[in-house]
């Protein structure tokens, strides 16, 4: 079991790669500590907030398909071909 010297402070996979290479002496890559981190069930903590930059009214309808386009499948596992060349 590997003891971290900082236990208390939030975590990345950045910050355990170097604490394993500085204290460890462990030759491993960030990859590498990212699957100890999921090995040993270490969450890294998301300290940016989420922005919503668009938020919807609610008591307006959506717009209409102006050019009436069909997104259905015409069946399940199919693909149709579109883009600019079609």
């Known amino acids: 079991m590997i003891k971290l010297r900082f236990p208390a402070l939030t975590y990345g996979s950045p910050r355990i790669t170097a ?17 100890m981190m999921r090995k ?14 668009t938020i919807p009214e609610p008591s307006q309808t959506p717009m209409a398909d102006l050019f009436r ?3 259905t499948a ?4 199919s693909v149709t071909p579109g883009g600019p060349s079609t």
Do not use: S, Y
């Not at 204290?23 to 500590?33: C, L, Q, S, V």
């Not at 069930?41 to 998301?46: D, H, K, L, Y």
């Not at 015409?74 to 596992?77: C, T």
């Open 19 to 35: 604490e394993l290479r500085q204290a460890h002496g462990m030759r491993i890559n960030e990859k590498g500590g990212v699957r």
């Open 40 to 53: 040993f069930r270490i969450a890294g903590v998301r300290l940016r907030k989420h922005i919503r930059t």
């Open 69 to 71: 386009r069909d997104f």
């Open 74 to 77: 015409p069946g399940p596992k």
